[in-house]
Structure formats: C-alpha cells, structure tokens
C-alpha cells in the first residue's frame, strides 16, 4: 500500500491496484463566438489493475465523456503476459503507441492537452494485440495489430456488424534513449519513431473534428466522408533532448490517404521547450521509453517549507491540411466550406506540481488561422485554458 | 478498516474508501393508467474516495440512470483542499447546496423520495468551483459558481459547444445550528436559506418535468422552452427542530424567471414531522449542517434481541407553478395541455433501519392534482412504494 | 485477501471483494460476407460485493457494450439477506435462474459462447425479488418475480413510463445433484427444470434477433413485434452427467407465445461432451446448482513443470423457430424475409486453463441454416472464435 494504491496479498500472489483521475478544467475563450466559456471534466476514470504473478490486467472506465452526453466509456481492457521483459504480449482494448505525445498519460504531458499532431491519430483506444517490451536497456518498441476503428462511437462497434472493407491496422513503434546507451547521468536523448498501414471503408472521415489546442473552434473537417475505401498510412518521428531540468521535444507526423485516383496528405509537427523551475530532472520521470510522473524535492505543504515543484514551458505546433480544399470532387476529402486547412498554434504553459498526484496547470494557446473561418469572421482564437488534477 | 469500506497506508499518506449503493425500489399506483407498477433500480452508485493528508478528491458513477436508457453517468469527480475547516476548496463536478433536502445524501432522507420542492432546483450535479466550511462551530456556508447546466444530458455537455447565452450560475447558502450555540443536548435548532441567480439561454426548459412525489404521473412541464434568454433567481429558507427521537422540518422555495416582457415564479414548500420510535435522537445524525447516517441503539439480528430502529413520518407539500398557464404567449412558459400547474400531496412513510448500512422503506404519497389532468381523466394519483437499500 | 481479491475488517463485520473479468475475442468467419473479422471486448466488467454479516450486497458495471456503441451499462444491483441458507432474499437487479448454462458464470461456460437456447430466454438481467437456497445438500431452487423487460434496452427502462399491459414474469427452477443424495464421489448427476409466465406488451418482439453461436450472422427476427399482448411461457429440462474428468450436458428450452387466435412456439437444445484432459474433475467444480471455477492440478508457470488444465468439447445445438414463417399475418410473428427459422450447430472447443484466473479459448462453430438466408446467398457459415479471459 504505497506509491499510490496497490494492495498485494500475504502470499504475494496477488497485487491489486486501483487508478483514477479527476481533471477538472476552465476554458475561456477570446473572440467566443466559436466556443463557451466553461468549467468541463476533461477526464474522470476510474479503474482496477491486477497482477497474478505472469499475468496482469487492467480494466478502467472513463466517466467524463464529453460526446454522447456525459456517457461513460471503456479506456483500459487488456490483459498482459509479462514473464519476458523484452517479449511482453497484450490482448483486448488499449491505446496502441502512435509517437510520444500519444503514448504519455495525459496526466504528465508538458500542456494541459496534446499538439494538434494528435489528430492524425485516430481514436485513442483500439482493439487487437500488440507485444512490447524493452529487449536491450533503453530501447523500446511496440507492434500493435488492431481494429483500427476504436471504440465509443458509432462506427467503433460496427465490429459486430458488416466490416468487410475495413482491414486491420498494423503498427510498428522503436525509440531509444542513447542518454541511457551511453551512461550520461541526469540527461534523455530520446529518438525513435513509427509507422502504421490500415484501410479505410467507405464513408469513413478522413480525421476526427479537428479542435483548437485550445478546445475551442473546430478549424478543420471534411464535407462527407471518403465514397470509396482508401488505404491509410501513418508516420511519426520524434525527439526529446532532456539534460537537467530543461527538455528540448519535438514530433512530425504525417497521415497519407492513397484512394482511387487521388492522394491526400495531413501533416502536423511541434516543437516545444520546459523548464523544471525548481530544479528537478527530466530524466528522473523517463521511464518505459516516455516520461511519467513527476516527484517535486519538496512537496506542497501549507506553513511549511514545501511549495512543491514548478514547470514552465513554450511549445509551436503547425497543423497542413492543404491538400484538402473545397474544390476537391465529392467524396475525395473536400474540406468544408469556412472551416481552414492550415493552422498555427503558440502555447505558453505553466504545471504547479503540487504533490506526485496533485497539480493546477494554466495554458494560454493563440492559434491563426491560414485560412480564416469566415462564416465567424475569426483570423485567430486567444484560449486561458485552467486545469486542477488529481490522479492516483 | 472501519466506519464503512476505507483504507489507510502505514505512514498515513493515502486513504482509500470505496462508496457504494443499491436502491431497489418498488412502485405501485391507483389509478394506474399514468405509470407502470414497476421494479426499479432507484440508485446504483459505485466510487471511491482519496485523501492525501490536505486533498481529497472523490470519484462515483451512477449506474442505474432510468433517463437514457440505463446509461451510466458521472456524478461526483471534483478535488478538494481541506487545510482550513472553515474555508475548503472544490473543483470539478458536484452537487451546489440548494437547500437542506437536496443537500442531504439521499440515502437518509426522510422518506423515499425528496418533495416536490427538489424540481425548482435544476440538475443535481454541476461543474464549477465551490468554497465551504464550518468558520464556527455550527455555522456551515457554501458558495458555488457553476456552469448551471448539469450533466448527462443533452444541453449538459453542450459546454463544449456554443454557449454564449449562458452564464455561469451563483450560488450561496448559509445555515445554523443555534442548538449548537447554547449548548442545547440532543436538540437541533437548524435554520438557513440559500439564494442563486444565472441565465438560462434560448430554447432552455423552464423546469424538468415534474412528476409527482411518488415518481408517476408527469404533472407539470411546458409546451416549449423560453424564446429567448431569460434571468433566473432561486432562493430557499430552510427550518429543522428536533428533540431527541421528533423532528420537524419545513422548506419554502422560490425559482423566479425574468423574461423579456414577462415574469414567471414557481413556489413549492414542504413540512414534516418525523419520530424515531425506538428512541435514537435526529441530534446524533447531524452534521455539516444536515442530517446523515443513523445508528440504531440496537442491530437487527435473526433470533437475537436487536431489531433495529423505526422512523415514522408524514408530509405535506405543495407546488405552485399557477403563472404558467396554456393561454401564455409562445416561448414565454406555455403550460403543457391536460397538465396541472398546482398541486399537493400527502406522504405517510416508514424507515425499518436494520443496520446503519441496511434499510428498508415503505411510503404511502397521495396526490391531489388542483386543474385535473383530464387527458387521463384522472384527479389524483395514490401510490405505494418500497425500497430495500444497502449503502457503503 | 485470497481466493481471488477480498477483503475483511478485524471485527469481521465487513467484507469487501472487487471482482471484475475481461474477454478479449477475436472471431473471423467463412463466408464472411455476414459478419465482420474482428477483435471485440467480449465482456469488460467491474464490481464489488460487500458482506455485512446476514446481509450482501453487489454491484458490477458492464463496460464493454456492443450494443449502445460502447456504452456501460448494469449488470448485478442487488441487496440479499442471507441468514437462512435455504431461505435467502434477494431485491434489485439480477440474473434470474433460466435454466444451467445461463445461470452459470459466462467465464465458466464450456464453450466460448452459450447454445441458440439462450436466445429463447430473454434478457439476462432483469429487476425485480427473488427467494433462493439449498434446504436440503445437493438441492437448490430460486423463485423469481420480475418485471420481465431486461435493462439497458430501449424497452428496459419503460419500467419508469407506461407499462400497463405488461404483467411481471414468475420464474421458479428446481434442480437437483443426485449424487450428492447417493454419496458417490467424484461425480454430478444434475437433473431439474424451470417454468416461468409472463406477458408481452403490444408491440414486443418475440425475441431477441438471434444470432449464430458464433455471434456471426443474424439468422433469425421477426419482421415487427405483436400486435397485440400475448401470454408468453417458457419451461426447460436440463441435465448433466459428470464422472471424473468426463461431463455430459444437455437442455431443451421452450418458449410458447399465446396470441390472439394464434400459437408460436420456439424451441431449442443442445447437448454437449467435455473432456477434462489433464485430469481433473468436473464435479470439484459443481456449487449452488452448477459449474464453476476449475483449479488446475499444476498452474502455468514458464520453465516450471506446470502448464495448466485443458478441456476439449464438443457440443451439438438445434433452434427450431418453424411456426414462425413469412406467410404468417402481420403482427403474429411474421418471420423476416431472407432469414431462417430453423438452424443447427456444431461447435468443437478447446480451453486452456492457465491459472484458475486466466484461460484462453479457441471454438470451430459450424451453423447450417434450414432455409438458406438467400439474399446474402450462404447456407452455412463456419468460424473460429478464440479468446483470452482473466477474471478475479
């Protein structure tokens, strides 16, 4: 009963963890046409892990759904061969690892939500197997083969009913740490990338509504969805350079739709740059080839000396959907009518990092808009976006 | 391990409780052309709570939603900073305090179901940011600012859409105990009130649809929503007398909208006595300014001597809804045709406590309809209803 | 904290278990123009049930929905009084005793999905009181009186809108080991039945749409529901016959529907043969009136001795809906064009039991369908369904 909530019984047969998280957020937006000002639960799970010796399991509820009215939905339904540290093998729903920002936990990323990049990744949580592991010190892969449709939403259960058209996904991720390769203490030099091949069915969207890295407007979708089958293919590389308590991290991901007698490519990067103010070390929460939990020198302590620990940090994002434009032929990715194709996004964040699983996060997020939205009349968005979050 | 499902680390750091409720209703009704004599799932909730020596968050899932088809919802997921007793801080979702019933954990209410008085105060649970405490012994306050929208339904997580009609709702509530202050044993002298302003946008419902206090007939609702944007103010006075095993308690409450070139108010209030007979005092239930879990003086156990302890109550209310009438201008609050703005019921019930965890309930609510709903030709509505409950 | 995950106080007045399972499928199918291939969380649930010294209490959510998109939905919600173990209560939302195979645990079934005579027997969980026990060792009853519409369906939670024509159904199963009575060890002679009545309302479907064993194509619907309310009856005969590591099983299930000037029978059985290759026994298994968790000899271990228990069946099914046909009038159970109303099954299956807690399946399910469903031009269909389940 320690590092958060784990019971293991007298035998040492079984361990028993329980998770959850409540992020409670405020966005507030500037010109507001386009979206409220509200407070929102951005996420509230909760969920059960569980060790028998070899085998593992995790089972976790989302109860903050946003979509579908506050219903609530299944993240977490795997379970887990563990026995081979390099040859680690997993069964039913999980978060296949498209790239860094997609594979951290979204209660330790550096902003208060991910780049624009996470669009070109589909839907979070797949269906399939994947076997991972970390053959060699510091060198981390991943090979998921999955549903490639999600789960909690309309098509994501269409795998009980007709699918002919739509083939499984296969995905390949390989990062190293040569930090950890080659013995430098307190420092990350983390690079790798991946690649993933699927097909689409007919009448399938090329991408999610795109939002703002604010939440705020939805800059970019398609008119209809893709008339015939496509094939899809995505690709990422990333990098994360972390000496001390600054970090250096950066992703380009590209999405590339091959259909009949067209191609359409989605490209989005970022660039970003953190400072742990009160002097901790990037590379003491890298862990299983991405980074984790923080833990301040000092914690929050009311009258006491502990003010818990402090990350400031800047991040540019660009998001290039120029292939796809209004005057595109119907059902080829047509963009829709006063919505944009290319958008870039500035973030300034500051994360209070009040104890291990307690902290208050503040962004201010300016995207422009290439394209403008004309039908708001908008060029740009101004979001303060707030977050308290708790996660054990 | 004690005091319900909570768990403590070694070192004191985390705390664990689990939470949970069973509420297995049965409903019977004469006439009974207007609802279903019917098994029920009233409640089933599963969550936990965390404390962290000066946070605490708390998480629970509502599973046995009748809205929506059985769909699971969210109800608590918010955190807390609890240093000063007599200023806590909360964010996330949570239920506002409109009043002492609505307030009070609905497993303890006095009788099945809360008065009519409960449909003037919106949605249970919201988003916002509350503060609350004891500052004195005995004088407990909350003040909440919140989206005013509720949760899991359609317009609830609208929040992520366009909501710039809507502004925030503001609430405060203070109330006593002025037994406390003279030092009177066994008594409760609980007096407050509470009063709340917001807007609601355009299209927005004056009220749910109120059914009667026995969950049949649906009495009163509006042909249509407001046309456009109104103001709307709640307020609440709040009165509890109890001297060992008697109570009394009374609520008036007010919800005034301000539309452009009308004003609609509707009033409800309630008064009850209740007798524990088997001598436990209501002044041993009470805290943090309402009434909670009851200890019998003895458990029930088969064949032994305990048999728990027997609560016995009536209560009147009545509902005042007389400025919404059918002949009202469109969108102004159209009173639904062969609906009833007015009227009152009798409610005679009795709580078998075996345990403080276990209680079995049985309510007779007799419902007088003042303009009949002729429809269905009826002019009032008896109902039986029962409830075997576990809570934890 | 043993025998999977629980929990008592010092006093031994509380008693906490968590128990959740995960069915990670996947299932392809020839020809698979009827179906998709695909992964699918088969069940994802989690839960808990709490001891209180004569009173229980159980709660579970389903996370893994397929229909409703992913939605969560209620399993068990139930409060027991369990002081007289011939004579236990339950109220709230459970599993009424329709027969063996669905009285028994879906993660004890001896085949990956249950026979086409599940389909005969409505929804799994329903609301309402039951009495059940083992007066005598070795023979167990439930008595059930529900209100016979299910949850999680659209017509689930009608149990809080008008449902005047629908009586509650009554369910009583007897069921009996024999050798028990006899005293002859290592074996199950396990013989009973059920009847239940109820009543459909005007306008219900006559069944679910009955899928093949292997959730492929939906053989078998009715073009709309009953025109009028019908009566509606359902009995069954189950045996089985256990001997050491060799267990027969059979039932037949009939479902009468008593119209309007017309009578619809739907009838179905199966009858199955399981071998318990590594030697252990069925009847070490057999509790409370069925089959449930198998401990291996020698759990799995890598590069130990032990690999785990392995079963083999194989089972026969035969659904025979012919008094439902296309000519019949409308509103009588009119069975769909292009679909069958009569069909058998073969299917061969193998689990491998790693651990008492983690078994993975592989099932060949043959379906031949008597009246070909020509529009989709298959008259059989083949698939293979495998399975990796951990429960606790």
């Given at each position: 009963f320690k590092n958060g909530l784990s019971l293991e019984d007298a035998s040492g047969t079984w361990k028993l963890g329980i998770n959850g998280r409540v992020q409670a957020d405020y966005r507030s937006f500037s010109p507001d046409v386009a979206a409220a000002d509200t407070f929102n639960i951005r996420r509230a799970r909760l969920g059960v892990n569980v060790g028998l010796k070899d085998f593992a399991a995790r089972l976790e509820g989302e109860y903050g759904g946003t979509s579908g009215n506050g219903s609530v939905g299944l993240t977490y339904a795997h379970m887990d061969y563990i026995h081979f540290n390099g040859f680690k093998l997993r069964a039913g729903q999980f978060k296949p690892s498209y790239g860094l920002e997609r594979s951290m936990n979204a209660n330790f990323t550096d902003f208060q939500e991910r780049g624009?990049?996470?669009?070109?990744?589909?839907?979070t949580f797949d269906r399939g197997i994947m076997a991972y592991g970390e053959p060699i010190a510091g060198l981390f892969y991943s090979a998921s083969w999955t549903n490639g449709k999600g789960v909690n939403t309309a098509s994501a259960n269409g795998d009980e009913t007709d699918a002919k058209y739509d083939n499984k996904d296969a995905l390949i991720r390989v990062v190293g740490n040569i930090a950890q390769f080659a013995g430098w203490k307190d420092s990350v030099v983390h690079i790798g990338g991946f690649y993933a091949k699927g097909e689409q069915e007919p009448g399938s969207s090329p991408t999610l509504n795109v939002q703002t890295e604010g939440r705020g407007a939805i800059v970019f979708s398609t008119e209809e969805g893709f008339a015939k089958a496509v094939d899809r293919s995505r690709q990422g590389y990333e990098l994360a350079l972390a000496h001390g308590p600054v970090k250096l991290q950066a992703e380009h991901i590209t999405e590339h739709f091959d259909g009949n007698g067209f191609n359409r490519d989605l490209t989005a990067w970022y660039a970003s740059i953190n400072w742990l103010v009160t002097g901790e070390t990037f590379a003491s929460t890298y862990k299983d080839g991405m980074f984790g939990r923080l833990r301040p020198k000092q914690e929050f302590a009311w009258g006491g000396d502990g003010w818990g620990a402090l990350q400031l940090g800047a991040r540019y994002s660009k998001f290039d959907g120029s292939d796809f434009l209004t005057t595109n032929a119907i059902g080829t990715g047509r963009l829709k009518a006063f919505e944009s194709n290319e958008f870039d996004t500035w973030t300034l964040g500051a994360n209070w990092i009040l104890t291990p699983y307690v902290r208050l996060i503040a962004n201010y997020v300016h995207t422009s808009f290439d394209t403008p939205i004309t039908v708001k009349a908008i060029h740009h968005e101004d979001a303060i976006t707030m977050r308290a979050q708790v996660d054990f």
């Open positions: 624009s990049t996470d669009y070109l990744l589909g839907a």
